[in-house]
């Protein structure tokens, strides 16, 4: 399959490409153009006239000299459609004032099997540019020697006397040059080489540099095209009403016809909520969403609440705590003996409970999607975190094959996980499929928070036994809660002997060095639907964790970072966050009158190890009439190669926002078989004035580029902990935390 592209003006989802990789894609940007939209929408109306020649899967270039990157990773807010083409321009030695950027689908090349995940095209897991890097380094070196191949038979001499540079090929001995656009249409004919030579790190131009993103001139000017942004010919739009419980199922709508009589009225249909087969929502299509947002408001259905029906948050955290204390667990981790050595010590254990709630992913566009249903082929369109993963469940649903489902990707204004899951897109398609032609399907605010997939609540029990220095002899921690791992992949649960590796990341793992460890894990099981969600599972899973290392070294009398550095000794990338950060910070020296500080660290390791990065945090705190008002947060980071600084660094701020949000204030909870929350007024999020200094260290690294959209998140909870204790003498061990905090 070719790489598919899409226009919001003109067009009614033609396929168009169908080139081979080295074909000429004469008109290709708007024809079938892998809209990326860095370019206002007037330079792709201009642009569309430049025939285009391809180097490789990720390379394009118009003769006027304009070179288009491909890249497969949407653009989600973290910086990919600006970093990932720095590395392929970098060997590409392109001129980056040339440089635009277009998502590309449809091919292996844009596919990864990480985290043990099947073969397929995503986001997640913070692993862009780690899973990316070599790959998008070998195509900038392979269009790069084509091109000084192509520019040496133009001169009839030795590619050894030809130097790319900036986007031209020189002829050193003679000093004549050609530019790629005019090399374009002959390197496009060359072979590739599979081993380039690729660049020493002192050759690297643009790896490094903080070049601004390739993508705010259109978020500015308005013309980037979101999901609810997008129009094609002859579209409806459709509005849904969902089942008020978590397991219900439509049993009737009772006024359909009425409803159908409405004017503007052209279908009522139902649908599933993925990936369950009940029929719980139902979708009115009309030729205007007010339309059908009224009409859907005026169903009058009967719902069967299914077996949900008296789910309560109390009762999930009443099988929570007996969970803590079943005598049946899964084990991750056994190290030694921890579990005799705690029973010998008595009085002398150390012990405590923690718990997080649910959440829920609370985008700022809630999720909208446009889908075709044609005869042969499903189009879609919108702000799709999972590409394959739209293929294979339409090609599911409807029986075809998953290259049938041409998927269209626009930015996506917030998804943080959300936007992965399928079940919007799915509700388009059977709306489009009732009425055969496009609908827009919009899901308000209120459905997506109280039908959302959420990330699940947590509880866990740490015990831990001291020696004589004050250091942990023995440790075991058991985490317990509902498993997203056995909804979205059992096999890969299942293959690891029945826990979950996000409900015990940073702990199946552990970075500090204790001789006897045991690490456990209940799933405690529920009828909500969970996914993944910003940071994961490490969110709540670090919380625990760094909370208790707190404890203990203050049980010890230590300081935070001396006792975490004394535990960390052997890994020099650990401690040399630690030093950078308390650096930063002025740790050793007190802090102003009113302020608190806390500590936390975090060896973040990416799903299925696919990276390492290493996390500090220093949060100094005030309380103002019991309330916690963060005021710093300082952050050093190992993300390994930096390729962006400012990318970096905007992920880390952005991150410690979110935390934030997290650990003091977000919570859904259920009763009677509902979410209880609705929008922002009782699902808040931190406001701009609430937000902290924060100061972002990036720590030199030697190894290759480590994941950093997730990773600042998970010590910011147990820091912010640790500096309110340090001002209330008041553990806060539930998040989100409690903001009349007195002291204790």
């Not at 024809?31 to 990720?58: C, F, H, K, M, N």
């Not at 409807?398 to 919007?424: E, H, Q, W």
Request: charged letters at 20%.
């Amino acid at each position: 399959m070719q790489p598919r592209m899409f226009d919001l003006g003109d067009r009614s989802g033609a396929a168009g490409g169908g080139t081979s990789r080295r074909g000429f894609l004469k008109g290709v940007a708007l024809a079938t153009g892998a809209l990326v939209i860095p370019v206002s929408l007037v330079q792709r109306a201009a642009a569309a006239a430049q025939p285009s020649y391809e180097i490789t899967d990720w390379i394009r270039l118009e003769p006027s000299g304009r070179t288009i990157i491909g890249v497969s990773q949407c653009e989600v807010g973290q910086g990919v459609y600006t970093g990932l083409p720095q590395i392929v321009a970098d060997e590409l030695d392109a001129d980056w004032a040339s440089v635009s950027v277009e998502f590309v689908t449809g091919r292996d090349a844009y596919r990864t099997a990480a985290a043990n995940e099947e073969l397929q095209q995503f986001v997640g897991a913070s692993m862009s540019a780690t899973m990316f890097h070599d790959r998008l380094r070998i195509a900038g070196a392979q269009a790069r020697e084509a091109l000084v191949q192509a520019a040496a038979a133009r001169f009839k001499a030795r590619v050894t006397q030809c130097e790319a540079k900036q986007g031209r090929v020189t002829h050193l001995p003679t000093g004549r040059s050609l530019a790629y656009g005019e090399l374009a249409a002959d390197a496009a004919k060359l072979p590739l080489n599979p081993k380039p030579q690729l660049k020493a790190p002192s050759q690297r131009q643009l790896i490094g540099q903080n070049l601004r993103r390739l993508d705010t001139p259109s978020k500015v000017d308005g013309s980037a095209i979101f999901g609810i942004d997008v129009r094609v010919p002859d579209m409806l739009f459709g509005a849904v009403r969902m089942a008020p419980t978590q397991t219900g199922k439509v049993l009737a709508v009772k006024n359909e016809a009425a409803i159908r009589a409405r004017p503007g009225i052209k279908a009522v249909v139902t649908a599933p909520f993925w990936p369950r087969p009940a029929h719980n929502t139902v979708i009115v299509v009309a030729d205007s969403y007010w339309a059908a947002k009224q009409a859907a408001d005026a169903l009058e259905i009967d719902f069967d609440e299914g077996a949900s029906a008296g789910l309560d948050s109390r009762k999930i955290m009443d099988q929570r705590l007996a969970a803590l204390d079943d005598d049946k667990a899964v084990v991750a981790t056994q190290v030694g003996n921890a579990d005799a050595m705690l029973a010998a010590a008595g009085d002398n254990m150390i012990e405590a409970r923690y718990h997080t709630p649910y959440l829920v992913h609370a985008t700022m566009e809630p999720v909208v999607a446009t889908a075709h249903v044609r005869d042969g082929e499903i189009e879609v369109w919108g702000p799709i975190q999972g590409q394959d993963m739209v293929r294979r469940t339409l090609g599911r649903y409807f029986n075809m094959a998953p290259d049938k489902v041409i998927v269209n990707t626009t930015f996506l204004g917030g998804s943080f996980g959300r936007k992965y899951v399928p079940d919007f897109v799915l509700h388009a398609a059977v709306a489009s499929k009732a009425v055969g032609r496009p609908v827009k399907v919009i899901r308000s605010r209120e459905d997506d928070v109280r039908h959302g997939y959420y990330r699940p609540c947590a509880s866990a029990r740490f015990r831990a036994v001291l020696g004589a220095d004050g250091y942990p002899t023995a440790l075991h921690a058991r985490v317990v809660g509902e498993s997203l791992y056995a909804m979205i992949k059992p096999k890969a649960m299942e293959a690891a002997g029945g826990w979950d590796e996000t409900m015990l990341d940073s702990i199946y793992d552990l970075a500090y060095a204790v001789p006897n460890l045991t690490v456990d894990n209940v799933n405690v099981k529920q009828p909500i639907p969970v996914s993944f969600m910003r940071s994961v599972g490490s969110t709540s899973a670090v919380f625990f964790l760094e909370s208790f290392i707190n404890e203990l070294a203050d049980a010890a009398n230590s300081d935070p970072y001396l006792y975490r550095r004394h535990l960390l000794a052997h890994d020099p990338y650990a401690i040399a966050v630690l030093d950078r950060v308390v650096e930063a910070a002025g740790w050793s020296k007190a802090a102003p009158a009113g302020i608190h500080r806390g500590f936390a660290f975090n060896l973040y390791t990416g799903r299925g190890g696919a990276f390492k990065t290493y996390v500090a945090q220093v949060v100094e705190v005030e309380m103002v009439k019991g309330r916690v008002a963060v005021r710093r947060v300082v952050c050093a980071v190992d993300t390994g190669t930096v390729i962006n600084p400012g990318l970096v660094k905007a992920n880390i701020e952005g991150g410690i926002g979110f935390a934030l949000t997290n650990t003091l204030k977000s919570e859904i909870t259920f009763a009677n078989g509902a979410v209880e929350q609705s929008n922002f007024h009782d699902y808040p999020l931190l406001g701009i004035s609430e937000m902290p200094r924060i100061e972002v260290v990036l720590v030199n690294s030697d190894r290759p580029p480590q994941g950093c959209g997730e990773v600042a998140l998970a010590p910011v909870a147990p820091a912010v902990a640790q500096a309110v204790y340090r001002a209330t003498k008041t553990r806060l061990r539930a998040m989100p935390f409690t903001q009349d905090v007195r002291p204790g």
